[in-house]
């Protein structure tokens, strides 16, 4: 018998801060997805900082959330006008909303965006909270994507390595099994060069890659760095966005720092290898990271030949995958099925997750 198919919306905020990814994705919730439209809406530089402020649970945490929702429901909105369809003929939205702290230590994540209020403007039912119950189950809430990657990539080689390089960077390896899955964050991805290249040039990113690629790594830096317990500790493990906020690049020029930090980010993802059952016969990449033309080529030279190309190449759109991914999760969660596994997020059993917030 044919499972039923709904039709969903999925909307992710990245710890990068640059907007919202909004996805239209008809799925099952298990092998079936059928990816039909995607927009980016960036966040104006003032909301962006109102957002960067309240980091970590501090300042006007409420009013801040109440206009990140109704950014969420003006993107829902541009969504389903772009691709024709009627908020009526859509059965579930995916909310992750915004995660402003991750302490999975102490049994504790904080994703902002309020479902009902989402619900109420859009007329359309909301799963949010996707995090929660994983981290207070002993897990590290993170990352959420791979039984999505794991959809996608059914019929692919293994063993395979999906890498995200959003702000922190995560890789899914893909076994031969249905539970034959390790996920982890590797370490930073985006947010240092980013921060760095904004306090330095108020541009919001290194684009392509170009001022790393006009830089020298610092070995010495690169090498403390480097030297942090987290790259040595075993999965499951995943990373507050700021857990390098301080990372001291004073005396080094722009490009300088811009180059080291990129050679950062690539040593940490090479370091992953050390935590995954076998070497992936390739490596497909998503996120914002695939564009940094500079990190493809630390990536490419340092994996000796292994294939490394942006998943685009597979017909997936590598900007979208995050949010259609919790366009799949939200079904998952209204169908009671696992949103992480032991593998994925540490978490003691398969376990759901999410919270309803039904239209008015």
Request: aromatic share 6%; net charge negative; proline share 6%.
């Amino acid at each position: 018998m044919a499972l039923q198919r709904f039709l969903t919306v999925g909307l992710m905020s990245g710890t990068s801060m640059d907007g919202i990814d909004a996805a239209l994705v008809r799925t099952d919730g298990h092998g079936f997805v059928e990816p039909l439209g995607f927009i980016f809406t960036p966040y104006r530089r003032a909301f962006r900082d109102r957002l960067r402020a309240i980091l970590g649970g501090v300042g006007d945490v409420q009013g801040v959330e109440e206009e990140l929702t109704d950014l969420h429901a003006e993107a829902v909105a541009s969504l389903l006008r772009v691709q024709e369809v009627e908020p009526a003929a859509v059965d579930l939205i995916g909310f992750h909303g915004h995660t402003i702290l991750h302490a999975p230590d102490r049994r504790h994540t904080w994703q902002i965006g309020d479902g009902a209020r989402l619900a109420t403007a859009t007329g359309i039912d909301v799963v949010h909270d996707f995090r929660t119950a994983d981290v207070k189950a002993g897990g590290q809430g993170a990352p959420l994507v791979p039984l999505y990657h794991q959809a996608l990539a059914s019929d692919m080689d293994r063993p395979l390595a999906i890498l995200n390089i959003g702000g922190v960077a995560n890789i899914t390896w893909l076994g031969e099994g249905p539970l034959d899955v390790v996920a982890f964050d590797t370490g930073p991805g985006n947010a240092l060069i980013d921060d760095l290249v904004l306090s330095r040039t108020g541009e919001p990113y290194d684009d392509g890659g170009r001022i790393a690629g006009a830089g020298h790594v610092d070995d010495d830096m690169l090498a403390r760095l480097l030297n942090h317990p987290y790259f040595a500790a075993k999965p499951p493990k995943s990373l507050d966005r700021d857990a390098w906020a301080k990372a001291a690049m004073s005396n080094l020029s722009t490009e300088d720092a811009a180059a080291t930090l990129t050679a950062f980010t690539a040593e940490t993802i090479i370091r992953a290898l050390d935590h995954v059952p076998a070497k992936p016969k390739r490596w497909l990449i998503c996120g914002g990271g695939r564009r940094n033309e500079t990190l493809m080529w630390m990536l490419a030279d340092r994996l000796d030949g292994v294939p490394v190309a942006p998943v685009d190449g597979q017909g997936w759109n590598g900007d979208a995958l995050e949010a259609e991914a919790f366009a799949y999760l939200a079904v998952r969660s209204r169908l009671g099925l696992p949103l992480s596994l032991p593998g994925t997020t540490g978490v003691p059993e398969p376990m759901t997750g999410g919270r309803f917030s039904p239209r008015p």
